[in-house]
């Protein structure tokens, strides 16, 4: 049985064991509780669910989100309102929990939809989330009879069942919900989640679409927030408006930070922890408790900025030691089709540019460049510090870059498309700076490469990676395809290059944008990456555009060289034309001249 098949089933295995060792504590609870605790329990094992939410949200994918406990108001509140105005009974009951659900759902994509857009900061998603408990609870407190205002909805119908029933779905539900998770974060897509938290931008430019994960993953997390909402409401026939306020949606966070974010079971343990305490301790010494919890607050982010939980799972590994699995991953693959190098099927050229322009607020930074880039073809683009190419490679990458001219891709203008829809219409770009995602392997990088190709598994690890055949050629000449399960923070600058172009050719480009591919590599590392260029154009049909300041690496490997001047080109033709060009000289070699001096 293949490594990973093995390695799924082992997850699977403890995914079940973790479930059933939940199941059993709480089923041992009504022996140690009395009625109180398991009351405070409860209501404890719900909110946990939702710190579950936040801290997939702000731990795997670094959304510093506010705004759960709205989610969770919305659920408590679609209970409440339709069991106090509308009638009980299962009927209603699932109507309530379907029309939490669904509010939470369309308010959670909306949300999602103004806080995502490509380009937005992380910030302003942060701030978006912010608002949204306040709004809610402003709408509650402007509700009048309707939401009972500030005092909320209490004593409305619902099923009195025994509290250990109670238990046990609250329970349950948290079981079933942090194992999904954990089987989410340890799948692929979990890699895709890591590799956007780490490098968004990076991931966009490989075709994954960041915005539209972003959201689904928003929209997810508000349903199960929702469903807890629904199931505390029900439980305590009670709803108030700080159960959807901003100081809750706070809580959510700081026991997630407490816990460990990332860890998953530590905000969820936290919250059980913290909340348990704070019912209990709160009657007997309100202010001081809250104190308490500050204090602890303040010194963990100052001293333990990754919480709780790196400290308990050092201490488990102390005593009881385990060895170390070795790494094991997927297997590479040739594609058996490949639209590598395959644009249009007329005899469009890959890439034709008119009348680009950009500027930045009085900045003009590019103007009327026009040029066209053949497939087969090698286009070197050269030109001092400053005049613009990695502004024109952004351009030709992103719709929304350029404020004038068009751009067109195997014949499709790019409009003001995001860059991963760019990316499906076959461009692939690699950049100046090789910062890759440092804690994922080459293995998952090459994974992640694949994603718009070939998704990526929800709850599991895929066998192997599917790759063209020059891909899995600049794996084997660097030699990355002996370490796949290396991080890409422990590669040399060389094969961090290697694995980038490799990554870039996954996506099968037609039109392929290099920003200085060779910078800081040797004169013997170049040339072999020159060698590669120029086979990957001659015999995959690729049309690559290359910025280089190294003119005799250019002239070595291009058909033709653009040279831009000032966001302008001053001078299209072959390298020899331009090499031998007397205007190009004075400000090309000037340049050299005016940076020796
Ligand atoms: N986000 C930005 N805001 C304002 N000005 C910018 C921005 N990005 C680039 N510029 C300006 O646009 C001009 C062109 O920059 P660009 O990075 O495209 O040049 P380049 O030819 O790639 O230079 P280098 O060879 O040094 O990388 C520069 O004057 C730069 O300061």
Same mark, same amino acid.
């Given at each position: 049985?293949?490594?990973?098949?093995?390695?799924?089933?082992?997850?699977?295995?403890?995914?079940?064991?973790?479930?059933?060792?939940?199941?059993?504590?709480?089923?041992?609870?009504?022996?140690?509780?009395?009625?109180?605790?398991?009351?405070? *329990?409860?209501?404890?094992?719900?909110?946990?669910?939702?710190?579950?939410?936040?801290?997939?949200?702000?731990?795997?994918? $670094?959304?510093?989100?506010?705004?759960?406990?709205?989610?969770? $108001?919305?659920?408590?509140?679609?209970?409440?309102?339709?069991?106090?105005?509308?009638?009980?009974?299962?009927? !209603?009951? &699932?109507?309530?929990?379907?029309?939490? *659900?669904?509010?939470?759902?369309?308010?959670?994509?909306?949300?999602?939809?103004?806080?995502? @857009?490509?380009?937005? +900061?992380?910030?302003?998603?942060?701030?978006?989330?912010?608002?949204?408990?306040?709004?809610?609870?402003?709408?509650?407190?402007?509700?009048?009879?309707?939401?009972?205002?500030?005092?909320?909805?209490?004593?409305?119908?619902?099923?009195? !069942?025994?509290?250990?029933?109670?238990?046990?779905?609250?329970?349950?539900?948290?079981?079933?919900?942090?194992?999904?998770?954990?089987?989410?974060?340890?799948?692929?897509?979990?890699?895709?989640?890591?590799?956007?938290?780490?490098?968004?931008?990076?991931?966009?430019? *490989?075709?994954? /679409?960041?915005?539209?994960?972003?959201?689904?993953?928003?929209?997810?997390?508000?349903?199960?927030?929702?469903?807890?909402?629904?199931?505390?409401?029900?439980?305590?026939?009670? %709803?108030? /408006?700080?159960?959807?306020?901003?100081?809750?949606?706070?809580?959510?966070?700081?026991?997630?930070?407490?816990?460990?974010?990332?860890? &998953?079971?530590?905000?969820?343990?936290?919250?059980?922890?913290?909340?348990?305490?704070?019912?209990?301790?709160?009657?007997?010494?309100? @202010?001081? !408790?809250?104190?308490?919890?500050?204090?602890?607050?303040?010194?963990?982010?100052?001293?333990?900025?990754? $919480?709780?939980?790196?400290?308990?799972?050092?201490?488990?590994?102390?005593?009881?030691?385990?060895?170390?699995?070795?790494?094991?991953?997927?297997?590479?693959v040739a594609a058996e089709q490949s639209r590598l190098?395959?644009?249009?099927?007329?005899?469009?050229?890959? &890439?034709?540019?008119?009348?680009?322009?950009?500027?930045? $607020?009085?900045?003009?930074?590019?103007?009327?460049?026009?040029?066209?880039?053949?497939?087969?073809?090698?286009?070197?683009?050269?030109?001092?510090?400053?005049?613009?190419?990695?502004?024109?490679?952004?351009?030709?990458?992103?719709?929304?870059?350029?404020?004038?001219?068009? %751009?067109?891709?195997?014949?499709?203008?790019?409009?003001?498309?995001?860059?991963?829809?760019?990316?499906?219409?076959?461009?692939?770009?690699?950049?100046?700076?090789?910062? =890759?995602?440092?804690?994922?392997?080459? +293995?998952?990088?090459?994974?992640?490469?694949?994603?718009?190709i070939d998704?990526?598994?929800?709850?599991?690890?895929?066998?192997a990676?599917t790759l063209p055949q /020059?891909?899995l050629?600049?794996?084997?000449?660097?030699?990355?395809?002996?370490?796949?399960?290396?991080?890409?923070?422990?590669?040399?600058?060389?094969?961090?290059?290697?694995?980038?172009?490799?990554?870039?050719?996954?996506?099968e480009?037609?039109?392929?944008? &290099?920003?200085?591919?060779?910078?800081?590599?040797?004169?013997?590392?170049?040339?072999?990456?020159?060698?590669?260029?120029?086979?990957?154009?001659?015999?995959?049909? =690729?049309?690559?555009?290359?910025?280089?300041?190294?003119?005799?690496?250019?002239?070595?490997?291009?058909?033709? %060289?653009?040279?831009?001047?000032?966001?302008?080109?001053?001078?299209?033709?072959?390298?020899?034309?331009?090499? +031998?060009?007397?205007? %190009?000289?004075?400000?090309?070699?000037?340049?050299?001249?005016?940076?020796?001096?």
């Amino acid at each position: 049985m293949p490594d990973t098949s093995f390695r799924n089933l082992n997850r699977l295995r403890a995914a079940l064991i973790g479930c059933l060792l939940g199941l059993a504590l709480v089923a041992l609870a009504p022996f140690v509780l009395d009625t109180y605790l398991t009351n405070i *329990l409860i209501r404890t094992l719900f909110l946990a669910a939702v710190v579950m939410t936040v801290d997939i949200l702000w731990g795997s994918v $670094g959304i510093l989100t506010f705004g759960q406990s709205a989610f969770f $108001g919305i659920g408590a509140y679609a209970c409440g309102l339709i069991f106090t105005h509308y009638g009980f009974g299962p009927g !209603w009951a &699932l109507a309530a929990f379907t029309i939490g *659900l669904g509010i939470a759902a369309i308010v959670a994509a909306a949300t999602g939809w103004l806080a995502f @857009f490509h380009g937005s +900061s992380p910030l302003y998603a942060s701030i978006i989330t912010l608002a949204l408990p306040v709004v809610l609870t402003q709408l509650i407190f402007s509700g009048g009879n309707f939401t009972g205002s500030s005092s909320g909805l209490s004593g409305f119908p619902t099923y009195y !069942w025994d509290l250990m029933i109670w238990f046990w779905i609250a329970g349950g539900f948290l079981i079933l919900t942090t194992t999904a998770a954990w089987l989410l974060v340890r799948s692929d897509f979990g890699r895709v989640l890591v590799a956007i938290r780490e490098n968004e931008e990076r991931c966009a430019y *490989l075709g994954i /679409p960041v915005s539209r994960i972003k959201i689904m993953l928003m929209i997810a997390s508000a349903v199960v927030a929702s469903a807890a909402g629904f199931g505390y409401a029900a439980f305590s026939n009670v %709803v108030a /408006p700080e159960l959807a306020g901003f100081q809750l949606g706070t809580e959510f966070l700081i026991w997630t930070a407490l816990g460990g974010r990332g860890t &998953l079971l530590g905000p969820v343990l936290a919250a059980i922890g913290i909340d348990t305490m704070s019912a209990w301790l709160s009657g007997a010494m309100p @202010f001081l !408790w809250k104190l308490l919890i500050g204090v602890v607050f303040v010194v963990v982010i100052v001293l333990l900025p990754r $919480g709780f939980a790196p400290i308990v799972t050092a201490l488990f590994q102390r005593l009881l030691p385990r060895q170390k699995a070795p790494a094991q991953g997927r297997r590479l693959v040739a594609a058996e089709q490949s639209r590598l190098g395959q644009g249009a099927d007329d005899d469009t050229p890959p &890439l034709v540019i008119e009348h680009l322009s950009r500027r930045y $607020g009085s900045l003009q930074v590019l103007r009327d460049v026009t040029m066209t880039g053949r497939a087969s073809h090698l286009l070197g683009i050269i030109g001092p510090n400053g005049a613009g190419k990695t502004t024109l490679m952004r351009c030709i990458s992103d719709g929304s870059e350029r404020t004038g001219g068009t %751009v067109r891709i195997n014949g499709t203008e790019i409009g003001r498309c995001a860059p991963h829809k760019v990316v499906a219409l076959g461009v692939g770009r690699s950049f100046q700076n090789t910062s =890759l995602f440092d804690t994922l392997t080459i +293995s998952d990088c090459l994974m992640l490469a694949r994603y718009r190709i070939d998704g990526a598994s929800l709850f599991s690890n895929g066998e192997a990676v599917t790759l063209p055949q /020059p891909a899995l050629d600049i794996l084997r000449a660097t030699g990355l395809d002996q370490r796949l399960q290396e991080e890409t923070r422990n590669l040399s600058h060389g094969m961090k290059r290697g694995l980038e172009l490799a990554m870039v050719l996954a996506t099968e480009p037609s039109v392929m944008l &290099l920003d200085e591919p060779t910078a800081g590599l040797t004169k013997a590392e170049r040339m072999a990456i020159g060698k590669i260029l120029g086979r990957l154009a001659q015999d995959y049909g =690729l049309c690559i555009i290359l910025i280089e300041h190294d003119l005799d690496f250019v002239r070595e490997i291009s058909d033709r %060289v653009v040279v831009l001047h000032q966001g302008a080109i001053l001078m299209e033709g072959t390298v020899d034309e331009v090499v +031998s060009s007397e205007l %190009v000289q004075s400000v090309y070699a000037g340049h050299h001249v005016e940076a020796a001096e």
